[in-house]
């Protein structure tokens, strides 16, 4: 059984259901999460997504990401997807809320069209890389990247990212560091 989801209308109010797969095709607008880990020392951790996902395949993404699911909130999706794609148990309070945005996007590569309204969070990582969890058939695994130097990646190095998140990287999650005490 394909899994459903949550189609919202413009103010971010639920007008029906659709699988994940026609959300894509024809571009649907629905809610997703991205949960960000930055370690003590500047560094954004990201996910390497999986050669056979859907859309992005092989290209690094936020540390966590997930369609919220029927009946969740966008808080609830944080906190479940940060423990199945890390094996990280972690409460609300953990989080620090970035921004809420309506995004549309075209994976060049599968032609797929992600609109959504995207709700992002920061967690501060104090541990190791290697002791996340990887979300096999999801994931090839995380990589760290000092956020100074996101800002001049070359264009080799840029292209490995979603360009969404590099974006986002390198403009909303700095800023909003800033004004946290890592």
Do not use: C
């Amino acid at each position: 059984m394909k899994s459903m989801l949550n189609i919202v209308d413009i103010n971010d109010e639920i007008i029906g259901e659709k699988t994940r797969e026609e959300i894509h095709k024809h571009g649907l607008l629905h809610r997703e999460v991205h949960v960000y880990f930055v370690t003590p020392n500047r560094e954004l951790i990201v996910q390497h997504r999986a050669k056979n996902k859907d859309t992005y395949p092989d290209l690094l993404d936020a540390t966590v990401g997930g369609h919220v699911e029927i009946s969740d909130s966008y808080q609830e999706t944080a906190l479940k997807e940060t423990l199945e794609e890390t094996g990280l148990k972690i409460g609300m309070s953990d989080l620090i809320f970035v921004n809420k945005t309506l995004k549309r996007s075209k994976d060049k590569a599968t032609q797929k069209i992600n609109y959504s309204f995207r709700t992002a969070y920061l967690y501060i990582y104090r541990g190791d890389v290697a002791d996340l969890k990887i979300e096999h058939g999801k994931s090839q695994g995380f990589s760290i990247w000092p956020l100074d130097k996101l800002v001049n990646l070359n264009e080799d190095d840029k292209n490995k990212f979603i360009p969404y998140i590099l974006d986002f990287a390198v403009g909303q999650l700095i800023k909003t560091l800033e004004n946290i005490k890592l």
